[in-house]
């Protein structure tokens, strides 16, 4: 009953959790005929975080950034069984993992678990909020697909309220007040795509209040994009200021009310700001079933800010080695990215293609030391060796990064781009098209680039 998972004895069980960019590189370019192959994920789509602050301002339809992960699973060779539902543990030594339904409607069977011979970890993060009062309460969040949604209709209940009769001029001030807490990319482009939202359709439904909307960006570090080139940090604040966008650094937000951010100002003064929308991305912390799993290593797992593994992306500590890690859960040399995350899942296809070859020779290994040994037995024997040592030799994973990207609003953008052995720093018009074409050619579907490149069309032509 259910969802038939796939059971061939003679394969290996691989179980992968998550569904979003390691864990859908992965199944895109790895070869399900090796393993009977399960993933379990709360989210049944894979969703396509660079453009999420395009959605949140209606450039971009929700649908247009998302692929069912069965869009996936379908066209492979073997069956795939995908599961929605959240996994609340890994019992590393029994080889299990539980999970939950964790979705609105409810069977009877909500919890279950499942055995594993390899399993992929890539559950991701979760939005980090340092305890700070409020922020669960009152604050956007910028990370999943009802995130954007959430905020596009705040955004625009915001506008409408200020729009009530007789709303007085203070109140009106305090709803179109917008202010984005955290100056890395994901806030600085939620902030440039308000800004393009204003100045583009909003200017014209509301004439008499579009002069009175104000986005404040708060950042607790000297400057915002610290990831980015001082040139880039530069052209962003001045395109910043002259779309009247403020940037507030050296500012720490210490609680979020109802209708008002408390700011700690660099004078180290506490000052409460009235405001009408608030949109958080201060960053990632480890989602629990990570947290958990790490603790049941305490000696190999003490990094705070992920997973730690190895150079072919085994968790370190699991005597077995049979757990793999990628992307934001992980702690690495690499930044928590997309483009990581990627490439983790490309190469692990490629390990664990691998592994398939190697499981399989030890197996015929052990059928033949259990036959009579005769002469071509014993050479088979020591051929069969030598392979299964090739096939152990896995080259480690190397990230190749292929630059930065982030656009700022006023059909601008900024790149640090890796060029003939230096960098090269770029921003502006040109560059926003380059984004614009990179993001189309990196959706993983012909599907969302043509609904992605329509809705670009479709905003120009009558708005959004
Ligand atoms: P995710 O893509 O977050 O996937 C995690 C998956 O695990 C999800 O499918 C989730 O539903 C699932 N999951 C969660 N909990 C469980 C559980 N308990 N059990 C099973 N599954 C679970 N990076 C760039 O390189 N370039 C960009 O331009 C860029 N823009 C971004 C814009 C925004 C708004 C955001 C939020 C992020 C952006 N990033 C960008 C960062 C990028 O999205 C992440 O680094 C990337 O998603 C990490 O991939 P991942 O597979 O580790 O995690
Ligand atoms: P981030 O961690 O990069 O930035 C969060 C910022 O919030 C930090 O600069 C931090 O100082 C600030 N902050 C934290 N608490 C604060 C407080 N109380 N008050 C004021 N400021 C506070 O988070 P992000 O922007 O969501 O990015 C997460 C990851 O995703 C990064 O690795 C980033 O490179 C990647 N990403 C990349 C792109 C892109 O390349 N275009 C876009 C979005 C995200």
Redesign the pocket.
Known sequence: PGEQLPHDPSKKTLVV?????????LLNSMDTTDYNVIV????N???F?????SVAVGTLSPRSILQP?RYVTRHKKRQVAVIE????SVDPIAKTVK?ED?SEIQGLVSTTTVNYDYLVF?????VQTFNIPGVKENACF???LED?EHMQRRFLDCLETAAFPGQTPDEISRLLHMVVVGGG??GV??SGELHDFLEEDLRSWYPELASNVRITLVEALPSVLPMFSKQLIDYTESTFKEAKIDILTKTMVKEIKEKSVVLQMPDKSVVEVPCGLVVW?AG?KL????QDLMAKFPQAQTNRRGITVDDHLRMVGVPDKSIFA?????ATSY????????Q??AYLARIIAQLAKRDELAARLKALQETPAVEETKQEIESVQKQITKAEKMRPFHYSHQG???YIGSDKAIADLPFFNGNLATGGVATYLFWRSA?LSTLFSPRNRVLVANDWIKVKLFGR
């Open positions: 959790l998550g569904s979003g960019w390691g864990a859908t590189s379990i994920s709360p989210k789509y894979f969703l975080t660079p453009l999420l602050p992960t539902a959240s996994a609340t999970f964790t890539a559950v991701g993060a979760e910028m990370k999943e954007a990319p994901t482009e939620v991305a990632n989602r629990k079933v990570t990628i992307g934001d859960c992980t930044a928590p990215t997309a483009q990581v995350a990627s983790e899942g930065s990207l982030a993001y």
